[in-house]
């Protein structure tokens, strides 16, 4: 749990993982459809309206950074999250940063900074 101290480098590199991991649309979406339970392939791709070949990159992908669990009933892989609770937790962190943001631009209008 972050308590604000300095994080390790791998720390860090663990982060960047599963941000890198979750910066993709589609697999937010089908992050969202796994938050309501466990999903094939094909059920995914019913689901959301990917094309097959792009539904499993994904879900490869998102099992890779250890985002999603999987198990075999006769000849099918059900996807799951691996970690339900904690994934919702980080949606749900993401959504109030966006409330606050939101209220943040409504009640101050702050100007844009450049870097340059
Ligand atoms: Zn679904």
């Known amino acids: 749990m972050y308590m604000g101290e300095e994080t390790s480098l791998e720390?860090?590199?663990?982060?960047?993982?599963?941000?890198?991991?979750?910066?993709?649309?589609h697999r937010l979406q089908i992050i969202q459809h796994l938050l309501l339970g466990e999903h094939r392939v094909t059920d995914l791709v019913e689901h959301v309206?990917?094309?097959?070949?792009?539904?499993?990159?994904?879900?490869?992908?998102?099992?890779?950074?250890?985002?999603?669990?999987?198990?075999?009933?006769?000849?099918?892989?059900?996807?799951?999250?691996?970690?339900?609770?904690?994934?919702?937790?980080?949606?749900?962190a993401a959504k109030a940063f966006f409330d606050g943001t939101e209220k943040l631009r409504q009640t101050s209008q702050p100007e844009s900074t450049s870097h340059d």
């Open 49 to 92: 309206g990917l094309a097959q070949s792009t539904v499993s990159t994904h879900v490869a992908s998102l099992r890779k950074s250890g985002l999603l669990a999987s198990h075999t009933h006769g000849r099918a892989t059900y996807y799951t999250l691996a970690y339900p609770e904690e994934t919702k937790a980080l949606l749900t």
């Open 11 to 25: 720390e860090r590199e663990n982060w960047v993982t599963l941000f890198k991991s979750l910066a993709d649309g």
